[in-house]
């Protein structure tokens, strides 16, 4: 999101900000243990990456999401330069989940509701590459899903679909920690900014009653 908004509008908030962490009843960073003993992962960027753990730390069968960045080839990078420009990364969320009891195909659908797929190099008030909406995939049988979750949704509009679909290789780095749960951590802070960014309208522009997920 742009500094203005995550840093200059968010701070007007510092005097009113309560103190302790916001609790949704979701598995948070670090907790990807899964009772089946196995797990996968899923990597999408849909604009600012704090608005896209919730909706995944809401589903049953996610054990963990974490912001990032991947879809660049330099290593290492820090928000200041991804937040910049200054790479080719995207904001991303890295999703953990637990196969035997939410599916890929699941994954991509909320993916789409909480996405505006016909923005080119931007999501809501967020404008630049580093925003682009992408589906990264992990192996073929994501890219197939995924694929086919892409010519659904483009059936279903009229306008063409910006999203992109490409390999996450070994792209993916974690964000810095303090963005990790921001919308647990700094709940008031995250509203604004989310409120500020017409997301949740654009959303519902969209997506109707299916906005979110």
Not at 5 to 20: D, F
Not at 140 to 157: D, G, I, M, P, T
Not at 173 to 197: G, I, M, S, V
């Given at each position: 999101?742009?500094?203005?908004?995550?840093?200059?509008?968010?701070?007007?908030?510092?005097?009113?900000?309560?103190?302790?962490?916001?609790?949704v009843g979701a598995q948070t960073n670090g907790d990807a243990a899964s009772a089946s003993g196995e797990t996968a992962l899923a990597t999408f960027a849909g604009g600012c990456f704090w608005c896209m753990e919730p909706p995944y730390d809401r589903i049953d069968g996610v054990l963990s999401t974490t912001s990032g960045y991947a879809g660049g080839p330099e290593r290492d990078p820090t928000y200041e330069q991804v937040a910049g420009g200054q790479t080719g990364h995207a904001e991303v969320v890295q999703v953990v989940y637990d196969p035997a009891r939410v599916s890929?195909?699941?994954?991509?659908?909320?993916?789409?509701?909480?996405?505006?797929?016909?923005?080119?190099?931007?999501?809501?008030?967020?404008?630049?590459?580093?925003?682009?909406?992408?589906?990264?995939?992990?192996?073929?049988?994501?890219?197939?899903?995924?694929?086919?979750?892409?010519?659904?949704?483009?059936?279903?509009?009229?306008?063409?679909?910006?999203?992109?679909?490409?390999?996450?290789?070994d792209s993916f780095?974690?964000?810095?920690?303090?963005?990790?749960?921001?919308?647990?951590?700094?709940?008031?802070?995250?509203?604004?900014?989310?409120?500020?960014?017409g997301r949740d309208r654009r959303l519902g522009e969209i997506w109707g009653d299916e906005a979110g997920g």
């Open positions: 999101m742009t500094t203005f908004l995550r840093t200059g509008l968010a701070s007007l908030l510092v005097s009113i900000v309560l103190g302790g962490s916001g609790s890929y195909g699941e994954l991509l659908r909320v993916f789409w509701r909480n996405i505006d797929p016909f923005a080119v190099d931007r999501q809501f008030c967020d404008s630049g590459r580093q925003y682009r909406s992408a589906i990264y995939v992990h192996d073929e049988a994501q890219r197939a899903a995924a694929e086919a979750s892409l010519h659904e949704v483009a059936e279903r509009f009229d306008d063409p679909i910006a999203t992109r679909i490409e390999p996450v290789g780095y974690p964000a810095e920690q303090y963005h990790q749960d921001y919308y647990q951590k700094n709940p008031l802070r995250y509203r604004f900014y989310r409120t500020t960014c």
